[in-house]
C-alpha cells in the first residue's frame, strides 16, 4: 500500500479538533442570517397592522419586538466572532511550537520553509478564521432556506432566484480563476523579497563597506516591482469582478421585485402584495454571502496559499513519535564509514570516514580547507544527516537522538558563531535558567571573566543583535564559554580559535585539559597547531576522506616520514 495514502494531514487534524466551534459558530450565523430579514419584516408588518388599525400598542409591540431581535443579532454576531477567535488561538496554541521547531529542522535539511514565512502562514490561517469571508460562508446554508422560501411564494420567483445565485456562483469561480495565479505567485514573490531584504541587512557592514548598497537596492526593487505588479494585476481583477458581483445583486433584487409585481397582476403570487417586497428582499440576502466572498477573496487565496505550505512543511518532516527517555551519555564516540553531504543532495563531501574514541579523550581533525572538516562538525552534532553510515554516541544514533534531551549533555561552537540578541549571561547560559555560577565557571575557564567585570552591566550587558557589539574574538570566546556550560561530556569545536589571540588560543586549551581531566571528550578541527599539544588522537581529512587517524603521535610521525619522502619521489 502507497504510505502517502494512509496519511492523514496533520493539519486537517488540527482543524478537526475545532469542529465543535464550527458548528457553534455556523449555528450562530444560521440564527443571525434569519433575524437579520426583521427589519423588513417590521416594515411590512407596520405597513399591513399598524397603518390600517391605527393601533399604538401594535406599534410599541412590534417596535419593541423588533429591537429585541436587534438585541439577540447582535449579541450572537458578538459571540460567533469571539468563538472564532477562539479557535484561531486554538489552533496557534496546538501547532506554534510543532511550527517552531520545524522551521528550525527545515532550515538544517535545507528543506523550503525554514525560514519565518512558516509562522506567517500560521498568523494567517489564524486571522482568517474570524475574517469576513469565512463568516459569510457559514450563512450560504440560510441561503437555500432563502430560495425555499421564494418558491413556496411562486414558482417563477424560485427559479430567478436560482438562476440570479447560479450566475453569482460563476462569477466567484471565474474570480478564483482569474485571480488566484497572479495573487499566488505575488505571495511567493513578496516572500523571495523579505528573505533577500533580511538576508542584505544581516549582510550590512559588508555592503557599506564595499559599496554595494546601489546595487543591492537594484536587485531587491526588481523583485518588488514584479510584488507590486502581480498585486495591482490581482487587485484590478478582483476590483472588477467585486463590481460586477455587486451589480448582480442589484440586478437580481430589482428583476425579483419587478417579476414579483407581474405575477400579482396574473394573480399567481402567494400573500398578496406584500410578498413582492419580501421576495426582492430575500433575492438580495441569496447573493449577499457570495458578493461578500468575492470581494474579499484575496483573504481566502492568501489562507489557501499559507495552508499549501504549511502542510507540505508538515508532511515533509513528520512528528517524531515519543521514545523511551535514554540515560545520559558518557562521550563513547563512533563514526561507521560515513558517508555525508548536504542534506537534500546526492553530492558527497564526506566519503568512507570510519574512527573510534573514548570518553576523556581528545580528537584533533585536521586537514586542508574545503577536506569536509565542517561537514564533519554538522554530522558528529546530529543536526545534518548521513547519506549512509552511522554516528554513535554512546551507541545510539546521534542524528535521531531527542536533542531536547541530549542538548544540555553536549556543547557545540560552528565556525560561525551566533549569538543571539540578549545579555552574555543569556547567551553563555543558552537562555534557560541561569545559574549564575556556572555562567561565571565557563566565562573564567575561557578567560572572558575579567572583560565582563569590566563592562557597565557585566553580565546583564546586552551582546546586541548577532553579537555586533562585540568584536569577533569576544563573539568566539562567548560561544565557546556557552559550549562548555554545565560541563558536558561532550563537546565539538569547529575552529574555535580562528579569532582568538595567543591569550585566548592558551586559555582555549587550558579549558580543554581540564575537562579532558573530567571525562569531557572532544573533537576538534582546527588548522592551528597549538591544539595539538592537548589531542590524544588525530584525524587527517583529505578531499573528504580518511588520510591518517591514530594517536597523535603515531599520526605526526607519520606525516612527517611521508614529507620527508616527497622530495625523493619528485
Same mark, same amino acid.
Given at each position: 500500500?502507497?504510505?502517502?495514502?494512509?496519511?492523514?494531514?496533520?493539519?486537517?487534524?488540527?482543524?478537526?479538533?475545532?469542529?465543535?466551534?464550527?458548528?457553534?459558530?455556523?449555528?450562530?450565523?444560521?440564527?443571525?442570517?434569519?433575524?437579520?430579514?426583521?427589519?423588513?419584516?417590521?416594515?411590512?408588518?407596520?405597513?399591513?397592522?399598524?397603518?390600517?388599525?391605527?393601533?399604538?400598542?401594535?406599534?410599541?409591540?412590534?417596535?419593541?419586538?423588533?429591537?429585541?431581535?436587534?438585541?439577540?443579532?447582535?449579541?450572537?454576531?458578538?459571540?460567533?466572532?469571539?468563538?472564532?477567535?477562539?479557535?484561531?488561538?486554538?489552533?496557534?496554541?496546538?501547532?506554534?511550537?510543532?511550527?517552531?521547531?520545524?522551521?528550525?529542522?527545515?532550515?538544517?535539511?535545507?528543506?523550503?520553509?525554514?525560514?519565518?514565512?512558516?509562522?506567517?502562514?500560521?498568523?494567517?490561517?489564524?486571522?482568517?478564521?474570524?475574517?469576513?469571508?469565512?463568516?459569510?460562508?457559514?450563512?450560504?446554508?440560510?441561503?437555500?432556506?432563502?430560495?425555499?422560501?421564494?418558491?413556496?411564494?411562486?414558482?417563477?420567483?424560485?427559479?430567478?432566484? *436560482?438562476?440570479?445565485?447560479?450566475?453569482?456562483?460563476?462569477?466567484?469561480?471565474?474570480?478564483?480563476?482569474?485571480?488566484?495565479?497572479?495573487?499566488?505567485?505575488?505571495?511567493?514573490?513578496?516572500?523571495?523579497?523579505?528573505?533577500?531584504?533580511?538576508?542584505?541587512?544581516?549582510?550590512?557592514?559588508?555592503?557599506?563597506?564595499?559599496?554595494?548598497?546601489?546595487?543591492?537596492?537594484?536587485?531587491?526593487?526588481?523583485?518588488?516591482?514584479?510584488?507590486?505588479?502581480?498585486?495591482?494585476?490581482?487587485?484590478?481583477?478582483?476590483?472588477?469582478?467585486?463590481?460586477?458581483?455587486?451589480?448582480?445583486?442589484?440586478?437580481?433584487?430589482?428583476?425579483?421585485?419587478?417579476?414579483?409585481?407581474?405575477?400579482?397582476?396574473?394573480?399567481?403570487?402567494?400573500?398578496?402584495?406584500?410578498?413582492?417586497?419580501?421576495?426582492?428582499?430575500?433575492?438580495?440576502?441569496?447573493?449577499?454571502?457570495?458578493?461578500?466572498?468575492?470581494?474579499?477573496?484575496?483573504?481566502?487565496?492568501?489562507?489557501?496559499?499559507?495552508?499549501?505550505?504549511?502542510?507540505?512543511?508538515?508532511?515533509?518532516?513528520?512528528?517524531?513519535?515519543?521514545?523511551?527517555?535514554?540515560?545520559?551519555?558518557?562521550?563513547?564516540?563512533? *563514526?561507521?564509514?560515513? *558517508?555525508?553531504?548536504?542534506?537534500?543532495?546526492?553530492?558527497?563531501?564526506?566519503?568512507?570516514?570510519?574512527?573510534?574514541?573514548?570518553?576523556?579523550?581528545?580528537?584533533?581533525?585536521?586537514?586542508?580547507?574545503?577536506?569536509?572538516?565542517?561537514?564533519?562538525?554538522?554530522?558528529?552534532?546530529?543536526?545534518?544527516?548521513?547519506?549512509?553510515?552511522?554516528?554513535?554516541?554512546?551507541?545510539?544514533?546521534?542524528?535521531?537522538?531527542?536533542?531536547?534531551?541530549?542538548?544540555?549533555?553536549?556543547?557545540?561552537?560552528?565556525?560561525?558563531?551566533?549569538?543571539?540578541?540578549?545579555?552574555?549571561?543569556?547567551?553563555?547560559?543558552?537562555?534557560?535558567?541561569?545559574?549564575?555560577?556556572?555562567?561565571?565557571?565557563?566565562?573564567?575557564?575561557?578567560?572572558?571573566?575579567?572583560?565582563?567585570?569590566?563592562?557597565?552591566?557585566?553580565?546583564?550587558?546586552?551582546?546586541?543583535?548577532?553579537?555586533?557589539?562585540?568584536?569577533?574574538?569576544?563573539?568566539?570566546?562567548?560561544?565557546?564559554?556557552?559550549?562548555?556550560?554545565?560541563?558536558?561530556?561532550?563537546?565539538?569545536?569547529?575552529?574555535?580559535?580562528?579569532?582568538?589571540?595567543?591569550?585566548?588560543?592558551?586559555?582555549?586549551?587550558?579549558?580543554?585539559?581540564?575537562?579532558?581531566?573530567?571525562?569531557?571528550?572532544?573533537?576538534?578541527?582546527?588548522?592551528?597547531?597549538?591544539?595539538?599539544?592537548?589531542?590524544?588522537?588525530?584525524?587527517?581529512?583529505?578531499?573528504?576522506?580518511?588520510?591518517?587517524?591514530?594517536?597523535?603521535?603515531?599520526?605526526?610521525?607519520?606525516?612527517?616520514?611521508?614529507?620527508?619522502?616527497?622530495?625523493?619521489?619528485?
Amino acid at each position: 500500500m502507497n504510505p502517502q495514502s494512509t496519511h492523514v494531514s496533520e493539519l486537517r487534524e488540527a482543524f478537526e479538533r475545532l469542529r465543535p466551534l464550527f458548528v457553534r459558530a455556523t449555528l450562530f450565523s444560521l440564527i443571525t442570517s434569519l433575524l437579520i430579514l426583521m427589519p423588513s419584516i417590521y416594515m411590512l408588518e407596520v405597513y399591513d397592522r399598524v397603518v390600517n388599525s391605527q393601533s399604538h400598542t401594535t406599534l410599541a409591540m412590534l417596535t419593541a419586538l423588533v429591537i429585541g431581535a436587534f438585541i439577540v443579532m447582535e449579541i450572537l454576531d458578538w459571540a460567533r466572532t469571539t468563538v472564532m477567535h477562539q479557535a484561531g488561538q486554538m489552533l496557534d496554541e496546538s501547532l506554534r511550537e510543532r511550527l517552531f521547531n520545524l522551521s528550525f529542522q527545515a532550515g538544517l535539511r535545507k528543506i523550503p520553509g525554514g525560514t519565518p514565512q512558516t509562522m506567517n502562514d500560521l498568523r494567517t490561517l489564524r486571522e482568517f478564521l474570524s475574517s469576513p469571508p469565512l463568516l459569510a460562508m457559514m450563512e450560504l446554508p440560510v441561503a437555500l432556506l432563502f430560495i425555499v422560501m421564494v418558491f413556496a411564494m411562486n414558482a417563477w420567483l424560485g427559479w430567478a432566484a *436560482v438562476v440570479g445565485a447560479l450566475v453569482q456562483t460563476a462569477i466567484a469561480w471565474l474570480n478564483e480563476k482569474k485571480t488566484r495565479p497572479p495573487l499566488t505567485t505575488a505571495n511567493m514573490a513578496a516572500v523571495s523579497a523579505q528573505q533577500y531584504a533580511d538576508g542584505a541587512l544581516r549582510n550590512a557592514q559588508v555592503i557599506e563597506s564595499m559599496g554595494m548598497l546601489k546595487n543591492i537596492h537594484g536587485h531587491w526593487m526588481q523583485r518588488q516591482r514584479a510584488v507590486m505588479s502581480l498585486q495591482a494585476r490581482a487587485s484590478d481583477l478582483a476590483g472588477g469582478f467585486g463590481a460586477v458581483s455587486k451589480f448582480w445583486q442589484l440586478v437580481v433584487s430589482s428583476a425579483l421585485l419587478g417579476l414579483g409585481c407581474f405575477v400579482l397582476l396574473h394573480g399567481e403570487l402567494s400573500g398578496g402584495a406584500g410578498m413582492m417586497i419580501v421576495a426582492s428582499i430575500l433575492g438580495g440576502r441569496v447573493l449577499a454571502p457570495l458578493v461578500q466572498i468575492v470581494g474579499q477573496w484575496q483573504l481566502v487565496v492568501n489562507a489557501q496559499t499559507a495552508w499549501k505550505r504549511l502542510d507540505e512543511l508538515l508532511t515533509k518532516i513528520p512528528a517524531s513519535p515519543p521514545g523511551m527517555p535514554l540515560p545520559p551519555p558518557k562521550g563513547m564516540l563512533s *563514526v561507521e564509514n560515513l *558517508v555525508a553531504g548536504p542534506p537534500n543532495s546526492n553530492n558527497q563531501i564526506l566519503r568512507g570516514v570510519a574512527f573510534r574514541i573514548n570518553p576523556g579523550e581528545v580528537l584533533a581533525v585536521v586537514g586542508p580547507s574545503a577536506c569536509g572538516k565542517t561537514t564533519l562538525a554538522r554530522l558528529l552534532t546530529g543536526l545534518w544527516p548521513a547519506l549512509a553510515g552511522k554516528v554513535r554516541l554512546d551507541g545510539v544514533d546521534i542524528f535521531s537522538w531527542n536533542k531536547a534531551e541530549l542538548g544540555p549533555h553536549i556543547g557545540y561552537l560552528p565556525q560561525g558563531v551566533q549569538l543571539f540578541e540578549g545579555t552574555i549571561a543569556e547567551n553563555i547560559a543558552r537562555f534557560g535558567d541561569i545559574n549564575m555560577r556556572l555562567v561565571e565557571g565557563a566565562a573564567r575557564a575561557v578567560g572572558l571573566h575579567e572583560l565582563i567585570t569590566e563592562l557597565p552591566d557585566g553580565y546583564n550587558s546586552s551582546v546586541g543583535r548577532d553579537g555586533a557589539i562585540l568584536s569577533g574574538g569576544q563573539r568566539q570566546r562567548i560561544g565557546l564559554a556557552r559550549a562548555i556550560y554545565g560541563d558536558p561530556v561532550y563537546v565539538v569545536l569547529d575552529e574555535p580559535n580562528a579569532s582568538l589571540d595567543d591569550q585566548g588560543d592558551t586559555a582555549l586549551a587550558d579549558t580543554i585539559r581540564q575537562m579532558k581531566a573530567n571525562g569531557t571528550t572532544f573533537v576538534v578541527m582546527t588548522h592551528r597547531t597549538s591544539i595539538l599539544a592537548v589531542a590524544d588522537k588525530m584525524l587527517v581529512l583529505r578531499d573528504g576522506q580518511t588520510q591518517a587517524f591514530g594517536p597523535r603521535d603515531d599520526v605526526l610521525a607519520d606525516l612527517s616520514k611521508a614529507q620527508q619522502r616527497t622530495p625523493a619521489t619528485t
